[in-house]
Each structure stands twice: as C-alpha cells, then as structure tokens.
C-alpha cells in the first residue's frame, strides 16, 4: 500500500456527513493551543513589523506615533545617518559571514561524515569531538575563543609566537576580526550538520554499492557515482538550516567585542539587538528586522527552487 | 590494489585523529586554563599547565553570580518549555496526521511560517507582547513563546502517520477516547521521536541568549548564558581568562556530561529530527 493511500484510508472513518458538532470542532480544538501561539508570536509580530516599520516613535511617551512612509528605509541606506553609517557595511557582513560559513562547513560536514562512516576503533571519541561544539552555548563558545584569540595571552598567538611569529590582533584588526567570528562559527557548526549527513549516508542501501562493486566501480567512483548523488537531499536540507542558523547566530558578538572595530564584525540581527533599548529608535528597529526577515525568506526559497529544478533534470 | 586501499584507510585515519584533535583543543584549553593559577597566563612557562592545580578561578566566579539562581531557572526555563511542548506538539500532530478537517492545509501552512520566520528574529515586537502581558521580568516570558513548535507538530505528524490504524480502530471498538488512545497507543509507539525533540529543545533553550536578556531584568530569573555574559562583561578582559574559562565550564558541564553519557541517542535524535 503506497503512503497516499494509507492516508486516505485512515482520514475516511472521519468524514462522515452526519457527524456531531462536538466530533467537527475537536480537530480545530487539537491545533488551536499551537496555533494560537504561532499567531500570537510569530504572525502577527510580523505583520506589525512590516506596519510598524513605516512609522517613527517620538521621544514623548504620550505621543502617538508618527506615520513616516519609506523614511525609516531611507535612513538606513543613508551613510550620513547615524543609524545608516554602518548599516550596509552590517549588511555586507552578514552575508559575508552566512556564505563563508556554509561554503566550507557543509562540504566539511560531508567529510567529516564519510570519514566517521566507516569501522573506526575509538569512534566514541571521534564522534565526541566533533559534535560536542554544537552543544555549547554559543556565548560559552565564544568566551573559549575570546581566549584563544586574545591578542596578549591567547593560545595561538602564545603559540605563533614561541615559533618567533608575530602574532596577529584577531579581534582587534578590523581586517581580521569578521574571520575569526566566521571560524567560530564553522568550528561550532560543523558536527551538527555532520549528523544530518551520517544519517543520510546510513540510509543508503547496500546494495546499490554491490551493484557498484560488480560493475568494478573503485572507492572514488562508487563516491561520486553512488554516494554524493544520493545525498543530495540531506545537502538541500543542511543548506537551507544552515543558512537560517547562520543569519541568527549572532550571540558570539557579545563577547567578541560587540560588532567592533567599528563595526567590522557586526551582524545584522546583532545590531537590531543593540539598537532595541532606545525606544524612540524602534522604526529602524522594525526596518532592519523586515530586511532580515526578507532576507531568511529569499535564502530559504532559492535553495529550494534550485535542487528541486535540479531534481527534475534528471 | 590491496596496498592502495589499506594506504586510503590509514590516511582517512589519519584525518580524522587530526581533524577531532583540532576540534576539542578549545575546550581541553578552557579546562587546563579554569584550573591554571591566575598569575601564570599561558603566555608565561609551560603552555599545558600551570606550576599548581588551583580552584581560585572557580572560587572567583561563582562569586561574581547568583550561580544556584541562574541553574534553577534555566531548568525551569527548559523543563517548562519541554512540558507544554509535549502536549502542543501531540495535539496538533494528531489532528494533522488522523484527522481530516476544513483549512487543514492551510493551518499547516500558518504553523510553519514558525519556521521560516524564527521567533529570535522578532525580539522587538515579542517584547512589547511580553510587556502588555504585564510579563516583563518574569520566568513566563522566557517560556511563552517557545510553548509552540511548529518543528515538533511536523515530527509528530509523520511519526503518528507510520502507525498503523488499525491499532487505533481496535482500540475505539474496544471504546477506549482519545485520550486513552493517545496515552496507550501513539505516545508508547513514538517514544523516540519523543526522545529526539526532547534533546533538540532542551540544547537550543538551555543555549539561549538574545532573548532571555532581553525580557528579564533581575538577576535571580535571567538563566545561565546571561551570568556567562555577566561574567564576561566583569572579567578584566587579558588577565583573567582562567575566571572566564571556570565560569564556561560551570555552564557548559551539564550538557556536555549529558551528551558523553547518552552519545548515541543524541546523535541519532539530532538526526532523526531533521531528515524527516
């Protein structure tokens, strides 16, 4: 029996014409907690950001406020403003940071899976290691980092330095610091799409790699004729979270210097946050926060429509 | 051929000794550095270890944070999340998997937005619902907006879809509701599912940061990751990275521990939430 017609047969029994009102209402009466919530946090916030984004707030309280149009926009792209000064360089970083760490995190969780995806003595260990970041706060994270970074007494300057290096400013050098936020990331990220692709490795059946086998496919052949094509569904959905994590991972910045030198490590939803406490600064607040929102949508909707078109050629 | 492969495996090997080495080197340093005397950074004699084992790191931070207040809130923060996730998440993924009603799609749809647009996202309009609640400052307002998930309705959706209905038809000729269905058929049947989101919610809430910090004030209701903040914004950065370092460990731990003892299962849970 094939999964539709499974589900048809099950949903039958329920629609019956004649059925009681209390039989009708309960389905409605299961989703509503969820729903309500989804509506009350998500939705409806939503919306308000795109209205609210429109309007400034004046500096008194008992004012209401004030409908502005696209001025709230237009500040942010405005390099003389005070909020826009730095808001397409913040811009530029987010999407530097979101490409760079999935560009060499995927194909490096991919790696990591196929290595661990054999008979390895001590794979507890193996496995350990290369998950465990994900688990961290990524505050606590961070903070490690903020050590092995640190400029005077950090561990790899330490080191650089015993080999007569000069060390480097991470987190000071404006040219440097969005590099190192980046390698954070990577460092935490990995091993969690690392299981995302363990797991689609296990799903392959076995026997397409004995067909393989008899057709005197080597180990690099069976790789790329075999394995990496039928991956290519775990790779749409590693790619499409790690783009969503990558544009809300910003919590790192807290310890890192807050988005300095001059902004050069500051991330979109980051500088939201920092901008949040002047209450009369909520436009922009609400303006950037729909960029974002934008910004996740268009993301997520083009991996889509590339590997499922990339699907259909085939 | 055979010397060819055998060569391949020990550099695969190889790699992944590197690879892992590399990988827990950071949290190696922070647990040498937490134990290390505060006089001798890492910079001065022996990059391993200091001349003595010492506790004054750990002494010092929990000094600098009501510790015990921040762990009791982050669980009841990550507990109470759990729990009326549990039922949310049941609720809906049963009428979604069994049940056929008007605006079945389109409800789904409305749910899953929660996905595409994460609740992080929209701090501002969030707090100003917090506020209105009058729940400002209170552990309610880090709960409130996690009770529903639309990631766990689509997990418990297609775990309850693979159960066969038949168990569900015996069981209501039988005349058991639907209470007692979902209590000795669906739940006991989707265990690991359970397992899996139980895993996924508590790490990413017992992680949170942006949010918590914002909605709350006081220190005795903000959890863990706003005292490691704390901690860090105190700390006189460059000489007292073996303070920083204690304070991470004392937050980190009990995950950690978590995962060494129950490895598999997370791995597997963390796995099975996604490819579905």
């Known amino acids: 029996m094939t999964a539709q017609q499974t589900a048809q047969r099950t949903t039958r029994t329920d629609h019956i014409p004649g059925k009681s009102l209390r039989a009708r209402l309960f389905p409605y009466l299961l989703v509503a907690p969820t729903l309500i919530l989804v509506i009350a946090f998500t939705i409806l916030p939503a919306i308000h950001t795109v209205i609210d984004s429109l309007y400034t707030i004046p500096r008194s309280a008992t004012d209401p406020p004030e409908y502005v149009g696209l001025q709230n926009y237009a500040d942010l792209f405005n390099p003389n403003h005070f909020i826009g000064s730095n808001f397409v360089l913040i811009v530029g970083n987010t999407l530097l940071f979101a490409f760079n760490t999935v560009i060499i995190a995927v194909p490096l969780a991919l790696l990591f899976a196929l290595l661990l995806n054999r008979r390895v003595r001590g794979m507890a260990v193996w496995r350990f290691s290369l998950f465990y970041p994900a688990l961290l706060p990524l505050i606590g994270a961070a903070s490690i980092w903020a050590f092995l970074f640190s400029d005077q007494v950090g561990l790899i300057n330490t080191v650089l330095r015993s080999f007569g290096q000069r060390g480097i400013n991470w987190l000071g050098d404006p040219n440097v610091v969005l590099w190192a936020v980046i390698v954070i990331n990577i460092w935490k990220q990995t091993g969690y799409f690392m299981i995302f692709y363990l797991a689609g490795l296990q799903n392959i059946p076995k026997d397409y790699y004995e067909a393989a086998e008899l057709d005197g496919a080597n180990e690099r052949q069976k790789l790329i004729r075999v394995t990496l094509p039928l991956l290519r569904r775990t790779t749409l959905f590693v790619l499409v979270i790690a783009f969503t994590f990558a544009f809300q991972t910003v919590e790192q910045l807290q310890v890192l210097g807050q988005g300095d030198p001059g902004g050069r490590s500051n991330l979109l939803l980051y500088y939201i946050f920092q901008t949040i406490p002047e209450r009369r600064n909520w436009g922009y607040v609400n303006a950037m926060t729909v960029i974002l929102v934008l910004i996740l949508l268009a993301f997520t909707i083009t991996n889509f429509v590339f590997f499922e078109r990339r699907q259909e050629d085939e | ?276």
Do not use: C
Not at chain 2, 44 to 65: D, H, K, P, Q, R
Not at chain 2, 145 to 167: K, M, N
């Open chain 2, 1 to 276: 051929m055979n010397k060819r492969r055998s060569l391949a495996r020990i550099s695969a090997t190889v790699i992944t000794m590197i690879a892992s080495g590399v990988w827990l080197l950071p949290l190696i340093f922070a647990v040498l550095v937490s134990f290390r005397p505060r006089a001798e950074p890492i910079s001065v004699g022996n990059i391993f270890f200091g001349s003595t084992i010492t506790f004054e790191n750990y002494a010092s931070a929990l000094a600098v944070a009501p510790w015990a207040w921040h762990y009791f809130t982050t669980l009841i923060f990550v507990v109470g999340v759990l729990v009326v996730q549990f039922i949310t998440v049941s609720m809906a993924g049963y009428a979604f998997a069994r049940l056929k009603f008007f605006g079945r799609g389109f409800l789904l749809f409305l749910i899953l937005l929660q996905i595409m647009i994460p609740t992080a996202v929209l701090l501002v309009q969030n707090f100003a619902t917090i506020r209105e609640l009058g729940l400002f400052d209170t552990r309610w307002a880090l709960m409130l907006p996690y009770w529903g998930s639309a990631f766990g309705v689509l997990l418990l959706r297609q775990t309850f879809r693979d159960i066969p209905y038949e168990l569900e038809e015996a069981a209501r000729i039988d005349g058991a509701n639907w209470s007692q269905i979902m209590r000795n058929i669906y739940i006991p049947l989707s265990i690991p599912s359970y397992v899996a989101f139980a895993l996924v919610s508590i790490s990413s809430h017992w992680n949170e940061f942006l949010w918590p910090f914002i909605v709350t004030r006081t220190e005795e209701v903000r959890p863990l990751t706003v005292g490691l903040n704390k901690l860090y914004q105190t700390s006189d950065v460059g000489a007292v990275y073996g303070q920083l370092m204690a304070g991470t460990i004392i937050v980190i731990a009990p995950l950690v521990i978590l995962f060494i003892l129950f490895q598999r299962r997370f791995i597997e849970s963390f796995a099975s939430s996604g490819i579905k």
